[in-house]
C-alpha cells in the first residue's frame, strides 16, 4: 500500500474529482464535502480496499489526503 | 450459541406484495436535482412503493398470505401457525398476528406470535416458525413480514425518507421428515440500540404532547421529531461491514459447506452500497445476488422474501436451490440462513 494508489482508487471513486488532480497536500473540503452520502462512499472504499474501519469523527478530523492516507496505515498495523 | 440447525421443516412457497402507488426518488423535491441522483446512484433505491394512508400491515400481510394460499391450495382451516414480523403493527397491542389469525379465518388452536424485528426479522422469524413447525410437527405454517415503514420516516429526513418502501410477504412452512437441515446463525449487540430507533412513544419515553412532536435539526437535510425514525448513517454502515461477513463464514463453515456453494445470496435489501461493499468482502461475484431495491427500496424485514419472489421466482419454482439469507440492521441484530429448496409455489408478486 502507498498514498498514490490510495490516490488512483479516491480519484477513481468519486466522480467530482478529476484524475490526476489529487496529490498528498491536497485539502479533501476542497473537492467536497463530508456529506453523509460521501463519507459512506468512502468508508466503503476504504473498508472494502484495505479491511480498515473509518468513523465520522476520523473524517472530520481529517484536513488533507495524507491526513486520512496516515489514519489507514495506523490502523492497519495496529491489526497486522 | 448463534449457531443452530432445524430439520424437518420444508419451505413449500412465498409470495410477496406491495402497494400499486410508486414514488419515483427523482421526484424528491426535498434535495437538489443532483443530491437526488447522489443518493439513488449510492443507495440504488430509484423507486418504492407507499401504501395509503388507510392500509396497515395486517391489510398487505392478509393479502400476501391469502395469495399464497391460494397458488397452493391451502386452506385457513388447516393453519397451525401464524408467525408475523413486523414493527409497524395495526396497534401497540395486541399483537397483529392475532387479527390475522381472525381476518384469515384460521381456527382457534392456530397459534399466533408477533417478531418484532426489522433488517434482520426475515431470519429470525424464519428461525422461530421453523423451530416450532419442526419441534411440534406442524403440517402447514405461514411465516408472514408486513412493513409499513413509509408512515415512520420524516419527509425531512433525507437519511430515511427516500430510502424504505412498504410490502408484505408470506412464506408458508411444512413439516417434512425428507427436508434438508435449515442452518442458521443469529447474533445480537444491544449496546448499539440507539443506531436505530423510534425514541418516544414506547414506556421508556411515552408520547409528550409538545416534545415528541417538536421538529429537531440534526444536519442540513436530516430534520425529524421524537416519534419518527432516527438512523445514524454510518454507525450502521461500519456494523454491517464489520459483522456481515464473518457471520455469513461462520455460517457455511458450521453446516460443513463452502462459502461459494450457494446458487444465490439473497440479501436484506438495505442499500445497494451496504449490499455490494459485503459482497466485495466476500469475494463473490455480482451475479449471485438478487436486487429488489431499485424497485421497492428497503422493506426493512420483508426485502428478503420480496427479493425471492420478485427476482427469482423462476428458479425457485423450476429446480432446487442453496439459498442464503442474509439481514443486518435494527437491534443492532444480524443472522444469517442456509436454506435448500425444491420447486417451491411462488405465485406473481401482488399490486394492491
Redesign the interface.
Known amino acids: 500500500m502507498n498514498i498514490q494508489e490510495f490516490i488512483q482508487k479516491v480519484e477513481h471513486e468519486f466522480d467530482q474529482i478529476n484524475p490526476g488532480s489529487l496529490t498528498p497536500e491536497s485539502k479533501i473540503r476542497d473537492y467536497f464535502e463530508w456529506d453523509s452520502i460521501n463519507a459512506l462512499v468512502f468508508i466503503a472504499l476504504v473498508n472494502v480496499e484495505y479491511d480498515v474501519e473509518i468513523n465520522a469523527d476520523d473524517l472530520q478530523q481529517s484536513e488533507t489526503v495524507t491526513d486520512l492516507y496516515q489514519i489507514i496505515e495506523n490502523r492497519k498495523n495496529s491489526v497486522a | 450459541m448463534g449457531l443452530f440447525s432445524i430439520a424437518n421443516c420444508r419451505i413449500a412457497g412465498a409470495s410477496a406484495c406491495v402497494p400499486v402507488n410508486v414514488v419515483n426518488n427523482a421526484d424528491y423535491e426535498y434535495l437538489a436535482p443532483s ?1 437526488r441522483e ?2 439513488i446512484k ?1 443507495t440504488g433505491v430509484a423507486h418504492r412503493r407507499v401504501a395509503d394512508a388507510t392500509t396497515t400491515s395486517a391489510d398487505l400481510a392478509l393479502q400476501s398470505a391469502q395469495h399464497l394460499m391460494q397458488s397452493m391450495q391451502w386452506n385457513a382451516s388447516d393453519i397451525d401457525l401464524l408467525v408475523l414480523v413486523t414493527q409497524t403493527g395495526d396497534y401497540l397491542m395486541p399483537a397483529t398476528s392475532r387479527l390475522l389469525q381472525h381476518r384469515l379465518g384460521c381456527p382457534k388452536h392456530c397459534i399466533t406470535l408477533d417478531v418484532n424485528s426489522g433488517c434482520s426479522g426475515f431470519v429470525d422469524g424464519l428461525a422461530v416458525a421453523s423451530a416450532l413447525v419442526s419441534s411440534a410437527g406442524f403440517k402447514k405454517a405461514l411465516l408472514l413480514t408486513a412493513e409499513i415503514p413509509s408512515r415512520y420516516a420524516s419527509p425531512t429526513d ?2 430515511t425518507f427516500p430510502l424504505f418502501g412498504d410490502a408484505a410477504a408470506a412464506v408458508a412452512l411444512t413439516s417434512d421428515k425428507d427436508a434438508a437441515p435449515l442452518f442458521f446463525n443469529l447474533q445480537t449487540d444491544g449496546s448499539a440500540y440507539e443506531a436505530i430507533m423510534i425514541p418516544d412513544g414506547g414506556m421508556r419515553s411515552p408520547v409528550h404532547p409538545v416534545d415528541s412532536f417538536r421538529l429537531n435539526t440534526f ?2 437535510g ?1 430534520e425529524r421529531n421524537r416519534l419518527q425514525l432516527a438512523l445514524d ?3 450502521v ?2 456494523f454491517s ?2 459483522e456481515v461477513a464473518p457471520n455469513i463464514r461462520d455460517l457455511f463453515s458450521f453446516a460443513g459447506k463452502e462459502l461459494t456453494d450457494a446458487d444465490h445470496y439473497v440479501f436484506h435489501q438495505a442499500n445497494m ?2 449490499i ?2 459485503v459482497r ?2 466476500l469475494g463473490l461475484e455480482k451475479e449471485l445476488f438478487p436486487i429488489s431495491i431499485d424497485r421497492y427500496g428497503n422493506t426493512s424485514s420483508a426485502s428478503i422474501p420480496l427479493t425471492m419472489v420478485s427476482e427469482l421466482s423462476h428458479e425457485l419454482s423450476s429446480k432446487k436451490q442453496q439459498l442464503l439469507f442474509s439481514g443486518f440492521g435494527v437491534g443492532l441484530a444480524w443472522g444469517s440462513c442456509l436454506a435448500e429448496t425444491s420447486h417451491i409455489f411462488v405465485p406473481e408478486l401482488l399490486e394492491v
Open positions: 443530491e447522489m443518493l449510492t433525507k437519511s444536519a442540513p436530516i448513517g454510518i454507525k454502515f461500519n461491514l464489520r452500497l451496504i455490494d461493499s466485495k468482502k
